[in-house]
């Protein structure tokens, strides 16, 4: 009954365009939007139609930010099945039964014109987020993250941490640690950071992009209590990503400097992703390997991080990722650590829809 009726649709819109003398060509995007999607979504992609009056306003196709954050097969979705394949509004219909998977392809690279600015990545880059490993791609993100550490003394921390994208390639972010110390039951705030990244190069074709950024710890900590360093510490890192079909590489290297006294290290880590979904919601395995080797002391430990990304929603601006580090070579600092994120990319939708 459902196919019939958006059968009938498609078919009620091809004859009023024929009727107002709208000829479409079903090899070309720009014909084919103007005549359907055009109707709803404007013909500048602006979502402002005289006259037309939704539940929900149609986005506005010509934001760039909007325009370039999501992945091609995730617009492709959406016009095949729905809004409600990406849980979106159901005044977006199904085209699937109307259109081959190429002329949806057309409709999306047109719909991406409207994007003049080509500087934006594009976000079959945006590579889903890993425990310890830096994140490329500049994102507007909020997370919980959770980490527990078991070991001769037990401690556990609490960060907050708030992402905001600036313009097309920068982003800055901060983050507010929570620490307790179980052994001495001590709670405090622990080094708050702060932390800017810019993308210096992004490559659809292969899959590829490097940023560069610094991080900058301030000692708010009780180092006393071993729940801060004690010292402002000045972190530059890059960070990269690299796309082979399903397989997704991500690595980042820091150099992590106290601004007094010896201590500086090298932290480098590599995680790997192989999705077993194309849905934005599922289950996402991960693993990765982490180094930290102290400058000073030529000491370096290994760890390994096997971990689970969970979608919790259609949209996928809801996930879940947990995990536990291992050290596997070198001095053993813990004897493991959980860790732990709840994500929300609040540009795509509130927490609760």
Request: hydrophobic residues 40%; glycine residues 10%; contains cysteine.
């Amino acid at each position: 009954m459902r196919i019939s009726f958006f059968l009938l649709f498609f078919a009620l819109l091809h004859l009023t365009a024929v009727a107002q003398g709208v000829e479409v060509n079903f090899n070309n995007g720009r014909s084919m939007y103007n005549a359907w999607c055009g109707r709803c979504h404007g013909l500048d992609g602006k979502g402002i139609v005289e006259d037309l009056e939704l539940e929900v306003p149609p986005p506005d196709l010509s934001d760039c930010s909007f325009n370039s954050r999501e992945p091609r097969r995730d617009w492709k979705a959406v016009i095949a099945h729905g809004g409600e394949a990406r849980g979106l509004s159901m005044s977006m219909p199904a085209w699937g039964e109307a259109l081959t998977e190429k002329q949806i392809d057309l409709l999306i690279e047109y719909v991406k014109t409207f994007c003049p600015d080509r500087s934006w990545p594009q976000g079959e880059l945006n590579f889903r987020r890993a425990q310890i490993t830096v994140k490329a791609f500049p994102e507007n993100e909020a997370l919980l993250i959770p980490t527990y550490s078991h070991a001769e003394t037990r401690s556990s921390t609490t960060k907050f941490v708030y992402e905001e994208r600036i313009g097309p390639r920068g982003q800055w972010e901060v983050s507010l640690p929570f620490s307790s110390n179980h052994t001495t039951s001590v709670n405090a705030l622990g080094d708050i950071e702060i932390a800017g990244k810019l993308l210096l190069f992004d490559d659809l074709p292969s899959l590829l992009l490097l940023s560069a950024g610094l991080e900058v710890g301030m000692p708010t900590g009780s180092a006393s209590h071993g729940l801060g360093s004690g010292r402002w510490k000045f972190t530059p890192f890059l960070a990269a990503g690299k796309g082979w079909g399903p397989v997704f590489l991500q690595s980042s290297i820091k150099y992590e400097h106290p601004l007094k006294g010896t201590g500086s290290e090298l932290l480098y880590s590599a995680a790997f992703t192989y999705p077993l979904t194309q849905e934005k919601k599922g289950l996402i395995p991960m693993v990765e390997f982490n180094g930290v080797s102290s400058l000073q002391e030529g000491n370096t430990t290994l760890y390994f991080t096997p971990q689970l990304y969970i979608g919790l929603v259609k949209r996928g601006h809801i996930a879940l990722s947990v995990g536990t580090q291992f050290p596997v070579a070198g001095e053993k600092p813990f004897d493991y650590r959980i860790v732990a994120f709840l994500l929300w990319e609040y540009a795509d939708g509130g927490l609760w829809w």
